[in-house]
C-alpha cells in the first residue's frame, strides 16, 4: 500500500545519506532551524569519517539507525545507542534513542 509506513535499518551509504538529508526536507523554510553538522552527526552515530575511522566511543558502544518511508519517501528516521561499558558498570540494559526525526503524523512516531 501506498499509504503504508515501513521501518527499516540504514544499511548502504546511500540509506545513511537519506537519514541524514531528512531534516533539509521537513525543516526546509523554518527560519528557526539550524541545520546539524554532517561530519559531527556521522561521528555521533559511530558512521565512518572520511579517512575510514569512527569515533573512539565506538571502541565499548554500538548504535543502529532507521529510517521510516511511505510510498519511498523517507518520511522519518531513529537512532539506538548503546553504551556496553555504562551497562556493565551500572548493571543496565540500557539504549539511547536519538535523532528521531519524523513529518507530521503521529503514525510515523509509532512506526518509529
Not at 36 to 54: F, H, M, T, V
Not at 72 to 97: D, Q, S
Amino acid at each position: 500500500m501506498k499509504d503504508e509506513i515501513t521501518v527499516r535499518p540504514t544499511v548502504s551509504r546511500a540509506d545513511q545519506q537519506r537519514f541524514q538529508r531528512l531534516p533539509w526536507s521537513i525543516y526546509a523554510g523554518d527560519p528557526n532551524w539550524v541545520p546539524p553538522l554532517i561530519a559531527q552527526e556521522r561521528a555521533l552515530l559511530g558512521w565512518k569519517d572520511w579517512a575510514g575511522k569512527r569515533h573512539a566511543f565506538y571502541a565499548h558502544a554500538e548504535a543502529i539507525t532507521f529510517i521510516a518511508e511511505r510510498g519511498g519517501i523517507v518520511v522519518g528516521r531513529i537512532a539506538a545507542l548503546v553504551n556496553h561499558v555504562h551497562n556493565e558498570k551500572y548493571r543496565a540494559r540500557l539504549a539511547l534513542c536519538v535523532l528521531l526525526v519524523h513529518s507530521r503524523g503521529g503514525a510515523r512516531a509509532r512506526a518509529l
